[in-house]
């Protein structure tokens, strides 16, 4: 029996151990999402990422209708969008997790991902936040601040969050980061 096991369980150690040794490190990190749900930001590795610091109470809450439409037309080519709910900035985003995926679900139709709440204004909140800032130079200073991460999760751009997420400036980086293998 043990035998059977060692041979069932040691190749999706390795095949685990060999995934987590091949992922950026700035996608290297393991988040909830508002369902309860663990997931590793490995599972992006490859693919165009869209980072973006969200908030149910602000002038930018209308950016989730883009931002949904943005998932759902670049999904095929490889993007996904991430939302990181973050009360940080004007105490505007107050409620409990499962209160921001009701709001977001039930206003703007969002099924990309979605987090916890987390800190994304100061250094030690967030790993990833805190890794974006460093390849960056910038820190979300409000609600909607966005990171564009390339395929290789090696670069990213930042986008301050009057910048829609269909205005030229970010679709232009965004089709450059798609037709790159």
Same mark, same amino acid.
């Given at each position: 029996?043990?035998r059977w096991?060692?041979?069932?369980?040691?190749?999706?150690?390795?095949?685990?151990?060999?995934?987590?040794?091949?992922?950026?490190?700035?996608?290297?990190?393991?988040? +909830?999402?508002?369902?309860? %749900?663990?997931?590793? *930001?490995? &599972?992006?590795?490859?693919?165009?990422? =869209? /980072? !973006?610091?969200?908030?149910?109470?602000?002038?930018? +809450?209308?950016?989730?209708? %883009?931002?949904?439409? *943005?998932? &759902?037309?670049?999904?095929?080519?490889? =993007? /996904? !969008?991430?939302?990181?709910?973050?009360?940080?900035?004007g105490r505007?985003?107050?409620?409990?997790?499962?209160?921001?995926?009701?709001?977001?679900?039930?206003?703007?139709? !969002?099924?990309?991902?979605?987090?916890?709440?987390?800190?994304?204004?100061?250094?030690?909140?967030?790993?990833?936040?805190?890794?974006?800032?460093?390849?960056?130079?910038?820190?979300?200073?409000?609600?909607?601040?966005?990171?564009?991460?390339?395929?290789?999760?090696?670069?990213?751009?930042?986008?301050?969050?009057?910048?829609?997420?269909?205005?030229?400036?970010?679709?232009?980086?965004?089709?450059?980061?798609l037709r790159?293998?």
């Amino acid at each position: 029996m043990r035998r059977w096991l060692a041979a069932v369980l040691l190749p999706s150690a390795l095949h685990s151990a060999e995934a987590q040794a091949a992922c950026a490190p700035l996608l290297n990190a393991r988040y +909830t999402t508002l369902q309860g %749900e663990e997931r590793d *930001l490995c &599972e992006y590795q490859g693919k165009v990422v =869209l /980072v !973006v610091n969200t908030a149910s109470y602000c002038g930018f +809450t209308r950016q989730y209708k %883009e931002l949904q439409a *943005l998932h &759902e037309q670049y999904r095929e080519r490889g =993007l /996904v !969008v991430l939302g990181f709910p973050s009360n940080d900035f004007g105490r505007q985003e107050p409620g409990s997790n499962a209160e921001v995926a009701q709001f977001c679900e039930r206003n703007f139709g !969002v099924r990309f991902p979605l987090f916890v709440k987390s800190g994304v204004a100061n250094q030690g909140n967030s790993a990833l936040f805190d890794h974006l800032a460093s390849l960056t130079g910038e820190r979300p200073r409000w609600n909607f601040h966005k990171y564009l991460i390339d395929r290789s999760a090696t670069k990213a751009v930042s986008f301050a969050s009057h910048v829609e997420p269909r205005e030229a400036t970010l679709l232009e980086q965004l089709d450059k980061w798609l037709r790159e293998p």
